[in-house]
């Protein structure tokens, strides 16, 4: 709390303080619409590590994992049923890498990597959409211990995303996983901090 309060009376300019948050202000600039024609789904298969997991999402996917299989790939099944989570670099959750590259749970339909966890859920075989961290890419959120920190993940992969003519604020485009991350009353007091904020925000 005390971060909290001295981040309050210092008021940064790039930076927006919503509840126990601290949120980036390109959350409220920067415009995203992922393209899968162009980018077929890279950030499940690109970077140093896995979807970041939450501690509860583990035994979530557990309990789901046999509707979750028939739509993943046959060695990544395999895989899952050993464990389909490991920890970073940094010592935090996240989903299994098959040989240090795509996500465990990846499947590909056409050269394009889709999310077997979202494909079951698609067809009514869970209520588990996907990990959240997955939700509010290409927002990504840092446990602090006494504050949580939202940054705009910059990656060139994605420029499709940001090039799309359908390409929204990131606050509007994720909506819908800020308020399962958060709650309603914090989406509703982003908004809030966002238009008090709208002219220092647009001047940038």
Known sequence: MAYLLTFAAKKRDDMLLVGECIVS???????????LSRCKGCCCVEG?????????EIEILRKRLPEIKPYM???AAEMAEET???????GDLCTRTIEGRE????????????CAIEQAYRQGK????????????PIRVKDYGE???????????????????????????????LIRRFSREWYDELLSVIEENRDAVSQK
């Open 126 to 137: 869970t209520d588990f959409p996907k990990p959240v961290s997955c939700h509010l890419y």
């Open 25 to 35: 202000d390109d959350i409220a600039k920067a415009r995203f619409c992922c393209d």
């Open 147 to 177: 504050f949580q920190a939202l940054n705009y993940h910059r990656w060139d992969i994605c420029k499709p995303a940001v090039e799309n003519p359908n390409a929204e604020p990131l606050y509007r485009l994720l909506k819908e996983p």
């Open 48 to 56: 140093d590590a896995g979807a970041p997991l939450l501690k509860e």
């Open 73 to 75: 790939e046959e060695k």
């Open 103 to 114: 996500c465990v749970f990846v499947k590909y339909e056409n050269g394009t990597a889709l």
């Open 84 to 90: 389909f989570w490991e920890r970073d670099m940094d």
